[in-house]
Structure formats: structure tokens, C-alpha cells
């Protein structure tokens, strides 16, 4: 099974959006760095931090070997945290995992390392297309990411998929009214 390793920003995010669940059907196991569960998810908006554990998230430990190689990418790439470093590492010292990050700079340098790497735009594609999330709920998560000053999302591929949605959800046939 695929394992998605979760950083922060991606987290924070996806808690907008109120679909951690509907994520959670999807066939992969999805991980969260035990430091980055510990030190940086402290505001994830509709949920507390101890809900991930409860719904499906898993804690990943990293080893010496592995916080080393964090340290060394940490020291390499200033422009990086630590804990961005963690999640790299777990990712790409774990078989068939996939960092989900929102970092731009995180995204790069895994690209660099050779890690497979996708935004939050590709899960909640993922959600879409295996049945875990309708449209008119996936719409409405995106119009939250899109109106908060806070997600850096790009912005064409964002609307592309808005409008995807819209059209989607109004060939959707129409209850009719009750009269009663």
C-alpha cells in the first residue's frame, strides 16, 4: 500500500477543507512525522491534534540514521526547517511513500533528492476521482482554500478545477420541491 508522508503545511491546509476523513478512504496509509506531530501541528482549525491518531493518521518514528540525514539536508538547505528535513528523509528512506507538502521549497528540493512528491491539489484529486469526496463538497473545499490569505495554491490550476467542479455539480439533476 502507498504511503503518503503528511508535512505540516499540507496538514493545516487539508484541516480547512473538513475532508481529512473523506481522505482517509483512500487505499494509502497516511503517516505524520512523530516530530512534526509533536512541535508544529498545534492549529489545525476544525480538528485538535489528537483527532488524526483517532480517525487514521499514523506516527512515524525516525531513526538515528534518519535524524542525521535530517540534520545534514537541514545544514545543505538553510531555507529549509528541520522538520521540513524529517519528512523528506521519512519519505524518501520509506518504500513506496509520496511526500504531501505544500512548501514550494520542500517540493523543490525533494524533487531534487529524486522523492516523489504532490501538493494537496493532487490528493483531493485523488478523493475526487476514487468516489471519497462528491463535487459539490470538493468545490467547497477548494472555495475555502481559495479565499484564505493563508494557502498558497496555484491559482490556475486551482480555478481549472473550480470550474471542473461547478459544471460537474450542475449536470446534477435537481430534487424537486416539496409541496407539502
Given at each position: 500500500?502507498?504511503?503518503?508522508?503528511?508535512?505540516?503545511?499540507?496538514?493545516?491546509?487539508?484541516?480547512k477543507?473538513?475532508?481529512?476523513?473523506?481522505?482517509?478512504?483512500?487505499p494509502?496509509?497516511?503517516?505524520?512525522?512523530?516530530?512534526?506531530?509533536?512541535?508544529?501541528?498545534?492549529?489545525?482549525?476544525?480538528?485538535?491534534?489528537?483527532q488524526?491518531l483517532?480517525?487514521?493518521?499514523?506516527?512515524?518514528?525516525?531513526?538515528?540514521?534518519?535524524?542525521?540525514?535530517?540534520?545534514?539536508?537541514?545544514?545543505?538547505?538553510?531555507?529549509?526547517?528541520?522538520?521540513?528535513?524529517?519528512?523528506l528523509?521519512?519519505?524518501?528512506?520509506?518504500?513506496?511513500?509520496?511526500?504531501?507538502?505544500?512548501?514550494?521549497?520542500?517540493?523543490?528540493?525533494?524533487?531534487?533528492?529524486?522523492?516523489?512528491?504532490?501538493?494537496?491539489?493532487?490528493?483531493?484529486?485523488?478523493?475526487?476521482?476514487?468516489?471519497?469526496?462528491?463535487?459539490?463538497?470538493?468545490?467547497?473545499?477548494?472555495?475555502?482554500?481559495?479565499?484564505?490569505?493563508?494557502?498558497?495554491?496555484?491559482g490556475?490550476?486551482?480555478?481549472?478545477?473550480?470550474?471542473y467542479?461547478?459544471?460537474?455539480?450542475?449536470?446534477?439533476?435537481?430534487e424537486?420541491?416539496?409541496?407539502?
Open positions: 500500500m502507498r504511503i503518503i508522508i503528511n508535512d505540516s503545511s499540507a496538514l493545516i491546509d487539508l484541516a477543507t473538513r475532508l481529512l476523513e473523506n481522505l482517509l478512504q483512500l494509502y496509509r497516511f503517516v505524520i512525522p512523530d516530530v512534526l506531530y509533536t512541535d508544529e501541528l498545534i492549529t489545525l482549525r476544525h480538528y485538535h491534534r489528537e488524526l483517532d480517525i487514521g493518521f499514523e506516527l512515524g518514528e525516525l531513526n538515528g540514521l534518519q535524524v542525521g540525514k535530517a540534520s545534514a539536508y537541514s545544514r545543505q538547505y538553510p531555507a529549509l526547517s528541520l522538520n521540513d528535513c524529517f519528512a528523509v521519512m519519505t524518501e528512506t520509506t518504500a513506496d511513500a509520496v511526500l504531501l507538502t505544500g512548501d514550494q521549497r520542500l517540493r523543490r528540493v525533494a524533487e531534487q533528492q529524486g522523492v516523489a512528491v504532490h501538493g494537496i491539489l493532487w490528493i483531493l484529486d485523488q478523493a475526487y476521482e476514487q468516489g471519497a469526496v462528491d463535487a459539490a463538497n470538493l468545490h467547497a473545499a477548494l472555495l475555502v482554500l481559495d479565499n484564505d490569505p493563508l494557502t498558497r495554491l496555484p490556475k490550476e486551482l480555478q481549472r478545477r473550480m470550474q467542479l461547478a459544471t460537474e455539480i450542475s449536470k446534477q439533476p435537481k424537486p420541491f416539496d409541496d407539502d
